[in-house]
Nanobody, 115 residues
Framework: QVQLVESGGGSVQAGGSLTLSCVAS????????VGWYRQAPGEQRDLVARITNSGRTVYADSVKGRFLISRNNAINTMYLRMNNLKPEDTAVYYC?????????WGRGTQVTVSS
């Protein structure tokens, strides 16, 4: 079973930037899409951004223009560069395949944005 480990979260002020990393214990196969998800208190887990093996990216409207998703299959790692962070971005961020469902969720990494 592939394990997913998120890192890079922390506390920043609004307008700041942060880069999240996700390392998979197994290979992220080329045919698989991957994505970043987040869950704020009292809300469901939602897709933030996803990227196909060919590099096509799709972003949620709430983060479009601010976040950048990327992947490096050679080292089984994906990233989420978050710019111009807003308090509304505060959540636990998770990585997984897209569509999700076949891999267990990791513990996530907390991102807290203060005003």
């Amino acid at each position: 079973q592939v394990q997913l480990v998120e890192s890079g979260g922390g506390s920043v002020q609004a307008g700041g930037s942060l880069t999240l990393s996700c390392v998979a214990s197994g290979r992220l196969f080329g045919g698989a899409g991957v994505g970043w998800y987040r869950q704020a208190p009292g809300e469901q887990r939602d897709l933030v951004a996803r990227i196909t093996n060919s590099g096509r990216t799709v972003y949620a409207d709430s983060v479009k223009g601010r976040f950048l998703i990327s992947r490096n299959n050679a080292i089984n790692t994906m990233y989420l560069r978050m710019n111009n962070l807003k308090p509304e971005d505060t959540a636990v961020y998770y990585c997984n395949l897209y569509p999700a469902g076949s891999l267990s969720w990791g513990r996530g990494t907390q991102v807290t944005v203060s005003s």
